[in-house]
């Protein structure tokens, strides 16, 4: 069983910066992606950004590109997002997701494990 917890939310104004973690415990595999979605009241859970399980590729959702970055740090079972140029459409929570013998996980239903989530708030 692999869980995952988020850390790094909060509230921020517009045009500014914030970094968040998602350390994972368990045996994720050497072929799991990790990714971040969000969800905005009344909205669907959207994709925001994922990483293949070496890191050497990474994926963006058209929103979020040349603003966000994704990185991870196996060693310590940990994936980032630095988030910058923050916008109040930005502000949902944000959720980690695992997703077994994936390349990208970029999809809701591709996920195995998803963390409790983490509130970001941008103000105007």
């Known amino acids: 069983q692999v869980q995952l917890v988020e850390s790094g939310g909060g509230l921020v104004q517009a045009g500014g910066s914030l970094e968040l973690s998602c350390a994972a415990s368990g045996r994720t595999g050497s072929s799991t992606a990790m990714g971040w979605f969000r969800q905005a009241p009344g909205k669907e859970r959207e994709f925001v950004a994922s990483?293949?399980?070496?890191?050497?590729?990474?994926y963006y959702a058209d929103s979020v590109k040349g603003r966000f970055a994704i990185s991870r740090y196996n060693a310590k079972n940990t994936v980032y997002l630095r988030m910058n140029s923050l916008k109040p459409e930005d502000t949902a929570v944000y959720y980690c997701?695992?997703?077994?013998?994936?390349?990208?996980?970029?999809?809701?239903?591709?996920?195995?494990?998803w963390g409790k989530g983490t509130q970001d708030t941008v103000s105007s």
């Open positions: 997701a695992a997703a077994v013998g994936m390349v990208s996980g970029d999809s809701p239903a591709e996920n195995d494990y």
């Open positions: 990483i293949n399980w070496s890191g050497s590729n990474t």
